[in-house]
């Protein structure tokens, strides 16, 4: 009952677009610039608060919402880029990545969506980041390898979220043309004081120079954490110790372009 109310309150919240939408980018770690801004939606329930991002996005799947949940953020996206865009030049382009669902690489209509909605906005394919959850692809990998690859060809980079996390992770690095792999956060927690964890994060670096991908370590919490990683030779980082979320809302007020301010 509990689910099937939440079912309804998050058609309803949809209808009228009030989730609260966050920015959280990720970092060079060598040079301290972005590499690109991730783009996410939270629930906030009048009564139960926030939602959790797993419960959230439970529901929208056993409701079928996912694709409509997608196209709002893809849209949002977008429409973040396209204030960027009006303040900076092309030598400065700014890449906005979001979380797409499985069911948006089900059908060859729905890619072609992305990429014509990608056009129609006026936005270089290689501004838009699209990140798949690497225990959804466990569950369909087989059909959605044509799909990855039709992005690909368009222009648009591509992130498997979440490695380490699920299974058969290894064959994802040799058969998906990912251009980033972000290392499960539980990972990045343990590594000050696991040598196991440091030494799958370091063999991890070594594999992605001979398969043409680059490693992002995310969920860095403190300054150990971040000094590990460097020291394992990660370059990419994202976490509330390089830098907290801020709102859509917050951005789109801005007459200017993000700008790294340095780690205290």
């Known amino acids: 009952?509990?689910?099937?109310?939440?079912?309804?309150?998050?058609?309803?919240?949809?209808?009228?677009?009030?989730?609260?939408?966050?920015?959280?980018?990720?970092?060079n770690l060598t040079d301290n610039e972005y590499l690109y801004?991730?783009?996410?939606?939270?629930?906030?329930?009048?009564?139960?608060?926030?939602?959790?991002?797993?419960?959230?996005?439970?529901?929208?799947?056993?409701?079928g919402l996912t694709l409509e949940i997608d196209n709002y953020t893809i849209?949002?996206?977008?429409?973040?880029?396209?204030?960027?865009?009006?303040?900076?030049?092309?030598?400065?382009?700014?890449?906005?990545a979001i979380n797409l669902s499985i069911n948006h690489l089900s059908q060859n209509k729905f890619v072609n969506q992305i990429i014509e909605l990608v056009k129609n906005a006026q936005i270089e394919p290689s501004s838009l980041v699209l990140e798949f959850d690497e225990n959804e692809l466990n569950k369909r990998a087989q059909f959605v390898l044509p799909a990855i690859k039709k992005?690909?060809?368009?222009?648009?980079?591509l992130v498997l979220d979440n490695f380490g996390s699920g299974l058969a992770s290894l064959s994802y690095l040799?058969?998906?043309?990912?251009?980033?792999?972000?290392?499960?956060?539980?990972?990045v927690k343990s590594i000050t004081r696991s040598k196991r964890n440091y030494n799958l994060i370091r063999s991890v670096l070594a594999i992605s120079g001979q398969l043409d991908f680059k490693l992002i370590a995310e969920g860095i919490e403190d300054e150990e954490q971040y000094n590990?990683?460097?020291?394992?030779?990660?370059?990419?980082?994202?976490?509330?110790?390089?830098?907290?979320?801020?709102?859509?809302?917050?951005?789109?007020?801005?007459?200017?372009?993000?700008?790294?301010?340095?780690?205290?």
């Open 1 to 27: 009952l509990e689910e099937l109310a939440l079912e309804n309150e998050l058609r309803k919240t949809l209808k009228v677009g009030e989730f609260d939408c966050q920015v959280q980018s990720v970092i």
């Open 37 to 63: 801004h991730e783009f996410f939606v939270r629930w906030q329930h009048p009564t139960h608060g926030r939602i959790k991002r797993e419960q959230f996005w439970k529901v929208a799947q056993n409701s």
């Open 75 to 96: 849209s949002l996206a977008l429409e973040v880029l396209q204030h960027w865009q009006g303040l900076g030049s092309p030598s400065s382009q700014q890449k906005i």
């Open 151 to 157: 992005l690909k060809r368009a222009g648009v980079l």
């Open 174 to 187: 040799y058969s998906y043309p990912f251009d980033y792999v972000k290392i499960d956060h539980r990972f």
């Open 228 to 264: 590990s990683l460097v020291a394992a030779g990660c370059v990419y980082g994202q976490g509330h110790y390089l830098e907290s979320p801020v709102s859509k809302e917050e951005i789109l007020s801005k007459r200017s372009l993000p700008s790294r301010k340095k780690i205290s």
